[in-house]
């Protein structure tokens, strides 16, 4: 019996353990960047495509190809309720990370364009994933002017679930993401 007890304590210890150390993994993924962090994956050096070659914003958001090479950065700290595009006031300091490291890039360039991804989980149809994805981009752009940023210097759109970071049809707070791009040397304007 004694020693059914000390088995018992050690698997309750070891739930313990591993629960905290999946605390912590969860904590560290949200973690959010820097803004000297976000400004240096924003800032990275790009080939871009040549003036004669670049495209519409339009055109550039369906060229999965061209995003893909664009300097860009995930953001998933900024934690949308399951089924909103509503930024907790309690999340606006990360919202002015990301301005800090746009505008110091638009300090730089003030002709900088970024682009605005907003992202989903595969929970509900894609009409209205789609729908949720283009009020999350529009949500931050809106955030970000209040810390400054021009709208000019911003275009948005969503994705909805097309572009899974966990592929699962579950709920995955990881999927309900915002992304940036620098897309200056891919654009006309």
């Not at 629960?19 to 976000?38: D, E, K, R, Y």
């Not at 860009?72 to 907790?88: E, K, L, V």
């Not at 990370?97 to 991804?117: D, H, S």
Request: proline content about 5%.
């Amino acid at each position: 019996m004694e020693r059914q007890k000390v088995i018992t304590r050690r698997a309750a210890l070891a739930a313990l353990v591993g629960a905290a150390s999946l605390v912590t993994s969860v904590a560290h993924a949200q973690s959010t960047p820097s803004a000297q962090s976000i400004e240096r994956s924003l800032s990275a050096p790009t080939k871009g495509l040549a003036p004669a070659k670049r495209v519409s914003p339009r055109i550039f958001k369906q060229r999965p190809e061209l995003r893909r090479i664009a300097p860009s950065i995930n953001i998933q700290s900024i934690n949308f309720a399951f089924g909103s595009d509503r930024i907790p006031q309690d999340q606006y300091w990360k919202v002015e990370r990301i301005a800090v490291a746009m505008n110091r890039i638009l300090q730089r360039n003030p002709r900088e364009v970024f682009l605005i991804e907003g992202h989903t989980d595969a929970v509900g149809s894609n009409t209205s994933n789609l729908a949720l994805s283009e009020r999350r981009a529009r949500s931050l752009a809106r955030q970000l002017t209040r810390f400054g940023v021009s709208p000019r210097a911003m275009e948005t759109i969503g994705y909805g679930e097309e572009d899974l970071l966990v592929q699962t049809q579950r709920e995955d707070w990881r999927n309900r993401r915002v992304a940036l791009r620098r897309i200056t040397d891919f654009i006309t304007r």
